[in-house]
């Protein structure tokens, strides 16, 4: 499997802006879809969103749509989550995950990243 690194966390006032960073090694970063999850305490993994391995195509959840914004750069390979209009409720741990083509689960996960909006 792709071995994933997040990195970008930290602490913003609502209305700010961070950039997530993920970045891969070990495997053909471009064979890979990558996802974004986040986990707050008390909850259950929540879906952010995703892209394709060549970053035509991407899908969010409805609570960051029009928020968030995916992007990849395989020649780096790195995936990255900007994130804009913070709310509080965003605050919670970032994942980045790799699910290879043809296969059907996010196999591949990093350690997360902190991200914690103040009111």
């Known amino acids: 499997q792709v071995q994933l690194v997040e990195s970008g966390g930290g602490l913003v006032q609502a209305g700010g802006s961070l950039r997530l960073s993920c970045a891969a090694s070990?495997?053909?970063?471009?064979?890979?879809?990558m996802g974004w999850f986040r986990q707050a305490p008390g909850k259950e993994r929540e879906f952010v969103g995703r892209?394709?391995?060549?970053?035509?195509?991407?899908y969010y959840g409805d609570s960051v749509k029009g928020r968030f914004t995916i992007s990849r750069d395989n020649a780096k390979n790195t995936v990255y989550l900007q994130m804009n209009s913070l709310k509080p409720e965003d605050t919670a741990v970032y994942y980045c995950?790799?699910?290879?083509?043809?296969?059907?689960?996010?196999?591949?996960w990093g350690q997360g990243t902190q991200v914690t909006v103040s009111s």
């Open positions: 070990g495997r053909t970063f471009s064979n890979y879809a």
């Open positions: 892209i394709t391995w060549s970053g035509g195509i991407t």
């Open positions: 995950a790799g699910r290879k083509i043809g296969e059907a689960d996010f196999a591949s």
